[in-house]
């Protein structure tokens, strides 16, 4: 079992392991009840949970994004009143990131504030979501706008649960992963480097320390910056995690959310890293390494689409400061550093670079 330690002022720790949800009856401690928060093709793994804990309350939510609705609080919110939730009491998490997002609301809402386990059942849930605390749903005006930080009690990553995941969720979560490698550990290259297949596959070893890496990056940031306020010149703190991410958004958006995270956001860090090559003198070799390293694992480095849509999104996104765009660049592997408003022309240019045919 391998265990991080997030140092934020609510410490936790993160149990990454095939077969870590046995962790979960000793870290329940003295609840008396838990609430299993979960989408309808996890119940049985929701049962199955149920009988390690005390008083279980089976809470069923709209699958992925579909639950981070106003309503799916309220419907969770009756269901622990029903229930007879306390202080004392307890919500399990139990899905990808848009469950334990939504259910991690939940518990940071219900009576102001109860424990809360997560237990993250996809990649991306795994290495992004889950570690950081940030909770919340979606309003029709965007994507999380509503929301709380509210850190777990603790993190159980089951490498066993992502044996039966489709090989496009994988890969949209080694997008992270890789973001991870560009933005603070040149390890996560090499492992990639040597054997994208491998890569890929849940039950290796090379995937576990993949995870692992990933996960003390993002713990490491968010220790250091929980409330994303840090960011002044190139002293960057939680933003740095935004990598790929201003044009990643935009991309999802334009698309209808039909893009995978990690697809959109692999896109986005090619941009992103053209972007650094003009204004941050990163070199161009690196920027080749980054489209080398997505492509090997399967994810898109090129874009045919239009500009204006994208361009107009990346405006209203939560990341633009007043009236200004801003992106995560890095001078190097490792060193991150903000771009504020740059030129258009760059921007365009950066863009171009996207579409082989043009
Ligand atoms: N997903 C970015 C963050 O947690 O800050």
Request: proline share 5%.
């Amino acid at each position: 079992m391998t265990t991080i330690d997030v140092r934020t002022a609510s410490p936790y720790q993160v149990h990454i392991a095939p077969g870590a949800l046995d962790r979960l009856p000793e870290l329940v401690g003295d609840a008396t009840r838990t609430a299993i928060i979960h989408p309808a093709v996890l119940a049985d793994q929701a049962h199955h949970i149920a009988q390690q804990v005390p008083a279980p309350l089976l809470v069923e939510v709209p699958a992925a994004e579909d639950a981070k609705t106003a309503a799916t609080l309220v419907h969770c919110w009756d269901e622990l009143a029903r229930a007879g939730f306390t202080r004392n009491d307890l919500v399990v998490g139990l899905g990808g990131g848009a469950t334990t997002d939504v259910a991690g609301f939940v518990a940071a809402t219900w009576l102001r504030g109860i424990a809360f386990i997560s237990v993250p059942t996809t990649v991306l849930g795994m290495v992004d979501a889950a570690v950081g605390g940030k909770t919340g749903i979606n309003i029709p005006a965007g994507k999380n706008l509503v929301g709380a930080f509210h850190e777990p009690r603790a993190v159980l990553c089951d490498l066993d649960v992502l044996t039966s995941l489709p090989e496009a969720d994988i890969r949209s979560g080694l997008g992270e992963v890789i973001k991870c490698g560009f933005i603070a550990d040149p390890r996560i290259l090499e492992l990639v480097a040597q054997d994208p297949a491998d890569s890929l596959n849940p039950a290796s070893v090379r995937f576990a320390e993949l995870v692992r890496r990933a996960v003390v990056v993002k713990a490491d940031t968010v220790s250091a910056d929980l409330k994303e306020t840090t960011s002044v010149g190139t002293r960057v703190g939680r933003e740095a995690l935004n990598y790929g991410h201003t044009l990643g958004h935009a991309i999802e958006k334009q698309h209808g959310f039909e893009w995978r995270h990690g697809e959109a956001i692999s896109v986005g860090m090619v941009f992103a890293a053209e972007l650094s090559a003009r204004t941050l003198g990163l070199g161009e070799a690196v920027v080749e390494q980054q489209r080398a390293a997505l492509a090997s694992v399967g994810l898109p480095t090129t874009y045919t689409g239009d500009w204006a849509p994208l361009r107009a999104a990346m405006s209203l996104d939560k990341k633009a400061r007043g009236n200004t765009l801003r992106f995560v660049g890095i001078s190097e592997v490792g060193s991150v550093a903000m771009i504020d408003a740059p030129e258009e022309t760059l921007l365009t240019d950066c863009f171009a670079t996207l579409n082989p045919t043009a």
